[in-house]
């Protein structure tokens, strides 16, 4: 695959040049243009000590990784990540919005003095805009073509010639250049268009039941207009437009549907795993890399198919966090998503940094672990910005707090992710779901009428969070 890479990065000189923006602190910026493989960009290398690799994506859940559990979607580039490095089992985002999630990491960046030898390369054209931006020297928008398009279909698309293919050849230059890439991109909620024959099973075969036993039998006649107007739409094995579904399902969508966007899905987080191991390859083997997402994506939980579709739920805030280097430790708490610029500020300062201490691992997965002789407390990162210590995330939504995930409940407010302002209950009411934790993976049972205590409890965190906020 890097062979076709580097045959592609020869051929970009007469490609359109593309628009980058320097951003300074004062928020001043300027444009200009640069070819992505032009060699003038080495006399802008900002030296780094080591380089690092930041990889994130919005609408990116762990459900289609295999790494997190996944059984029907391979993702072996991610598996070998995760067995070497640290995994955050249940990292929650603190908010809806992933453009809010990128500015929370990229402002808990911006007094890191290292944080301007990283260079951004996205096709996310809204990153510019952000005042968060001024944290960063350089960044690289590189907007999707293929976006313009919305019924095209991806059987045309090689590799390198999607919207992240892109991406990682202009990442993988910069790496080479010696540089830090924080490479984000938003192509899962706005074009798949990954080629579908990544998938783990490409061509669909239909199982012939009882074909030989009546083989001979003779053929019944119908009437065969009657026959066309009452067939049931054909699902297909995997759907070949780029648009990203954001469809509600209903007691008239043929369930196979499901399964269908999952394979599409997956066809695309095996290429986001692709990406990853080109990009891997040019990198030390103790080079620092770190995987994650700004948002979640449901794929049929609660009735939804889509990037913030159908109502708030686990589906859209729960997302992957792996970090390179760490033994294969998982952390199996909930933590914050924004344990991501933890994680970035630990390797900038000390490369070879712990991010979880062996006693803090020991805390997390044995009962009873602490002992008068390891005193682990005394051990543990006493970092007051790691959100690993807090034993909760509240989730808001347009400023208003409409979830919070603990270690033992998922409490929500169940209203439809594309309201504007949620207006938040003086208490517990139907609108308010309960669903047990680690155990109740997909939300499936609201419990809240079998266990008010604890929803009054919870709700009441909520509202304590709404007014400390105002």
Same mark, same amino acid.
């Given at each position: 695959?890097?062979?076709?890479?580097?045959?592609?990065?020869?051929?970009?000189?007469?490609?359109?040049?593309?628009?980058?923006?320097?951003?300074?602190?004062?928020?001043?910026?300027?444009?200009?243009?640069?070819?992505?493989?032009?060699?003038?960009?080495?006399?802008?290398?900002?030296?780094?000590?080591?380089?690092?690799?930041?990889?994130?994506?919005?609408?990116?859940?762990?459900?289609?990784?295999?790494?997190?559990?996944?059984?029907?979607?391979?993702?072996?580039?991610?598996?070998?990540?995760?067995?070497?490095?640290?995994?955050?089992?249940?990292?929650?985002?603190?908010?809806?919005?992933?453009?809010?999630?990128?500015?929370?990491?990229?402002?808990?960046?911006?007094?890191?003095?290292?944080?301007?030898?990283?260079?951004?390369?996205?096709?996310?054209?809204?990153?510019?805009?952000?005042?968060?931006?001024?944290?960063?020297?350089? =960044?690289?928008?590189?907007?999707? !073509?293929? &976006?313009? @398009?919305?019924?095209? +279909? *991806?059987?045309?698309?090689?590799? #390198?010639? %999607?919207?992240?293919?892109?991406?990682?050849?202009?990442?993988?230059?910069?790496?080479?250049?010696?540089?830090?890439?924080?490479?984000?991109?938003?192509?899962?909620?706005?074009?798949?268009?990954?080629?579908?024959?990544?998938?783990?099973?490409?061509?669909?075969?239909?199982?012939?039941?009882?074909?030989?036993?009546?083989?001979?039998?003779?053929? =019944?006649?119908?009437?065969?207009? !009657?026959? &066309?107007? @009452?067939?049931?739409? +054909? *699902?297909?094995?995997?759907?070949? #437009?780029? %648009?990203?579904?954001?469809?509600?399902?209903?007691?008239?969508?043929?369930?196979?549907?499901?399964?269908?966007?999952?394979?599409?899905?997956?066809?695309?987080?095996?290429?986001?795993?692709?990406?990853?191991?080109?990009?891997?390859?040019?990198?030390?083997?103790?080079?620092?890399?770190?995987?994650?997402?700004?948002?979640?994506?449901?794929?049929?939980?609660?009735?939804?198919?889509?990037?913030?579709?159908?109502?708030?739920?686990?589906?859209?805030?729960?997302?992957?966090?792996?970090?390179?280097?760490?033994?294969?430790?998982?952390?199996?708490?909930?933590?914050?998503?924004?344990?991501?610029?933890?994680?970035?500020?630990?390797?900038?300062?000390?490369?070879?940094?712990?991010?979880?201490?062996?006693?803090?691992?020991?805390?997390?997965?044995?009962?009873?672990?602490?002992?008068?002789?390891?005193?682990?407390?005394?051990?543990?990162?006493?970092?007051?910005?790691?959100?690993?210590?807090?034993?909760?995330?509240?989730?808001?939504?347009?400023?208003?707090?409409?979830?919070?995930?603990?270690?033992?409940?998922?409490?929500?407010?169940?209203?439809?992710?594309?309201?504007?302002?949620?207006?938040?209950?003086?208490?517990?009411?139907?609108?308010?779901?309960?669903?047990?934790?680690?155990?109740?993976?997909?939300?499936?049972?609201?419990?809240?009428?079998?266990?008010?205590?604890?929803?009054?409890?919870?709700?009441?965190?909520?509202?304590?969070?709404?007014?400390?906020?105002?």
């Amino acid at each position: 695959m890097w062979d076709v890479f580097d045959e592609w990065l020869k051929n970009r000189s007469n490609r359109d040049n593309r628009n980058t923006r320097h951003s300074e602190r004062a928020h001043a910026a300027i444009d200009c243009t640069f070819n992505p493989t032009s060699r003038f960009l080495t006399q802008r290398k900002f030296g780094p000590k080591q380089r690092m690799l930041i990889f994130t994506l919005e609408g990116f859940t762990p459900a289609a990784i295999s790494a997190y559990g996944s059984s029907w979607n391979r993702t072996p580039a991610i598996d070998r990540m995760a067995a070497e490095g640290v995994t955050w089992n249940r990292a929650i985002t603190p908010v809806t919005d992933p453009l809010e999630q990128w500015d929370r990491w990229a402002n808990a960046l911006a007094d890191t003095p290292r944080a301007k030898e990283i260079v951004v390369i996205t096709d996310d054209p809204r990153l510019l805009e952000r005042e968060s931006a001024a944290a960063f020297e350089e =960044i690289v928008l590189l907007e999707s !073509d293929n &976006e313009e @398009d919305s019924n095209h +279909e *991806v059987e045309t698309f090689e590799i #390198e010639d %999607t919207s992240i293919g892109r991406l990682t050849a202009v990442a993988a230059d910069r790496l080479a250049q010696g540089d830090s890439v924080w490479l984000h991109s938003r192509f899962l909620t706005h074009c798949w268009d990954a080629p579908r024959e990544l998938s783990d099973d490409s061509v669909a075969e239909e199982p012939a039941y009882y074909a030989d036993e009546y083989e001979d039998d003779l053929p =019944i006649e119908t009437d065969t207009a !009657d026959d &066309e107007d @009452d067939a049931p739409e +054909e *699902v297909p094995f995997m759907v070949h #437009e780029t %648009t990203p579904p954001d469809h509600r399902i209903t007691a008239e969508d043929d369930p196979d549907w499901i399964t269908t966007w999952m394979r599409t899905y997956g066809c695309q987080i095996k290429l986001v795993d692709a990406m990853l191991d080109v990009l891997d390859s040019v990198l030390e083997p103790d080079a620092t890399v770190v995987l994650g997402g700004t948002s979640g994506f449901a794929l049929g939980q609660n009735g939804g198919i889509g990037h913030r579709t159908g109502p708030w739920r686990s589906c859209h805030l729960h997302v992957p966090i792996v970090c390179s280097g760490g033994s294969g430790l998982r952390s199996r708490m909930v933590a914050s998503a924004d344990e991501v610029a933890v994680v970035i500020s630990t390797r900038l300062s000390d490369p070879s940094g712990d991010l979880m201490p062996t006693e803090r691992f020991v805390l997390e997965n044995v009962e009873n672990a602490t002992t008068e002789e390891s005193e682990p407390d005394e051990s543990l990162r006493s970092d007051a910005t790691s959100p690993s210590h807090e034993a909760r995330v509240i989730t808001q939504h347009r400023n208003v707090p409409i979830a919070i995930t603990t270690n033992d409940w998922f409490y929500v407010l169940s209203e439809e992710a594309g309201t504007d302002v949620p207006s938040l209950p003086s208490d517990s009411d139907d609108r308010c779901h309960l669903y047990l934790k680690p155990d109740d993976f997909d939300d499936f049972n609201n419990v809240v009428r079998l266990r008010l205590e604890e929803a009054d409890r919870l709700h009441q965190t909520l509202l304590n969070e709404f007014h400390r906020a105002e």
